[in-house]
């Protein structure tokens, strides 16, 4: 099964308009990724400004940002699905930066808690439009790779998004660290939206008649719902972690803003580049030897990062927690930009961003939603018995969700009885698909 968009990705490859798209996706990725982590640097003393418990920090850092997230997610994604995809991006952009920046000047939990929802509004469009971009650019060989460096974009977002954030928060505050963050987003939309025109084509008769879609169809298609849980409980992990970590090393190890901003900034980041981009290039070479590697590897990655955090999080100075946890997000996001690659196989041109989209509002509400609300609350359960140290054991105990991700990467990858067998055929002439043709046909 070879169609029309995949013969449209393997001749244009890897090309110098490709690759000011695939630049320009990649710096919307960073400011994503920046906006959205920033405010994880700063959570001490936003706690102690607005008066709020751990919980509360939670709610804020995950479910605010999470419940529109997902929520918007689809319905944008059928937009840009159907319309114009650069420039629903790049509003999109704006809108998250512009909500960044007024976040600064939230006085209550209720206000930073709003403004956080937009948050997610804005950078709901962001994955699922640029995955659709990448995909009708690029043939099933290709997209781990281009996936890969859009995601590496976001861990580089990561890394100088907390290190600055957490030297202006130290010396200037948190509210006008939170308001150059989303100030810098504005310039950055302008030069993603020049470096993606001419993006999208003339919508054809079968894209025109994608608004007869029924999302229980794309439930459906083969491995779908494991790969979906596996995507969910990494987030699970990752958010709950990420979004505590420099908190942990504040209360457990003493550390300052910016030496916290600095230290887990360039280890989340450079760790989870450095990741990123190694599972990428590895993909690429494995998947032509068996297609199931951009799920066996994911499901390895995540099993050897879990002893890796507990060193971290168990460890008695910064210096050694710092080296273990660098380590641990280098070896996790090996599998990141790989599993969202291969996801794309389950997905057709005609609803690939309303794919995405159900994909990440599932993995949203679950992972940046649940996550650091659920480590959150795990701290203040254990509060009274533990004291300081029970951020370290509600972290320790998040990990373990990898775990249960991998099993359900290795879930995904067993053949299918609808339609054709997992990966048959996907190394081969192009073809990315795991859906039977029948499932092109709009409900």
């Known amino acids: 099964m070879h169609n029309a968009d995949d013969e449209r990705a ?9 690759g000011l798209v695939v630049f320009g996706l990649t710096l919307a990725s960073f400011f994503n990724y920046t906006d959205r982590n920033a405010i994880a640097v700063l959570i001490e003393p936003i706690k102690k400004s607005l008066s709020l418990t751990d919980t509360q920090v939670g709610l804020i850092t995950g479910l605010a940002f999470a419940l529109f997230y997902a929520i918007m997610g689809v319905p944008i994604a059928r937009f840009a699905d159907r319309g114009n995809k650069s420039r629903i991006l790049v509003t999109c952009f704006v809108l998250w930066s512009v909500m960044t920046a007024l976040s600064g000047a939230a006085t209550t939990f209720l206000g930073l808690f709003v403004l956080r929802l937009l948050v997610g509004v804005g950078e709901a469009g962001c994955i699922p439009t640029s995955f659709a971009i990448i995909s009708e650019r690029f043939s099933a060989n290709q997209r781990p790779f281009a996936i890969s460096i859009f995601q590496a974009g976001g861990r580089l977002g990561v890394a100088l998004g907390m290190a600055g954030a957490g030297v202006v928060g130290q010396f200037l505050g948190w509210r006008l660290a939170l308001a150059l963050v989303g100030a810098a987003g504005i310039p950055a939309a302008i030069l993603v939206a020049w470096s993606l025109r001419g993006v999208d084509r003339p919508r054809t008769r079968q894209v025109a008649e994608f608004q007869k879609t029924s999302l229980t169809t794309i439930l459906r298609f083969p491995g779908f719902v494991p790969l979906v849980a596996a995507i969910s409980l ?4 990752n958010y709950g972690i990420s979004q505590w970590v420099p908190a942990f090393f504040v209360r457990s190890h003493g550390a300052s803003l910016a030496a916290v901003g600095v230290w887990i900034g360039l280890s989340s980041g450079l760790g989870g580049l450095a990741g990123t981009l190694a599972g990428g290039v590895a993909a690429g070479h494995l998947v032509k030897r068996h297609p199931n ?13 879990v002893p890796l955090f507990v060193a971290a999080f168990l460890s008695s100075t910064v210096m ?3 080296v273990f946890y660098f380590a641990a997000t280098m070896v996790m996001t090996v599998g990141g930009g790989v599993a ?3 996801f794309q196989r389950f997905t057709e041109v005609e609803h690939r961003a309303t794919a995405n989209a159900l994909m990440l509002m599932i993995s949203a509400l679950t992972g940046v939603g649940l996550g650091p609300v659920a480590v959150g609350f795990a701290s203040d359960l254990m509060n009274a018995q533990l004291g ?3 951020l370290r054991w509600a972290l320790v105990v998040s990990s373990l969700a990898l775990v249960a991700a991998s099993y359900f990467y290795l879930m995904a990858g067993r053949p299918r009885k609808l339609g054709q067998s997992f990966g048959e055929g996907a190394g081969e002439a192009g073809n990315d698909s795991l859906l039977p043709r029948r499932a092109h046909r709009m409900e």
């Not at 393997?10 to 490709?18: A, C, D, F, N, T």
């Not at 990494?234 to 992990?237: G, H, K, M, V």
């Open 293 to 305: 590697w951009d799920l066996w590897l994911p499901a390895a990655a995540n099993v050897l990062a």
């Open 10 to 18: 393997e001749v244009q490859g890897w090309s110098k308009s490709s």
């Open 388 to 390: 300081v140290d029970s």
């Open 234 to 237: 990494t987030s699970f992990a």
């Open 340 to 342: 969202l690659a291969a």
């Open 320 to 322: 050694i927690a710092t």
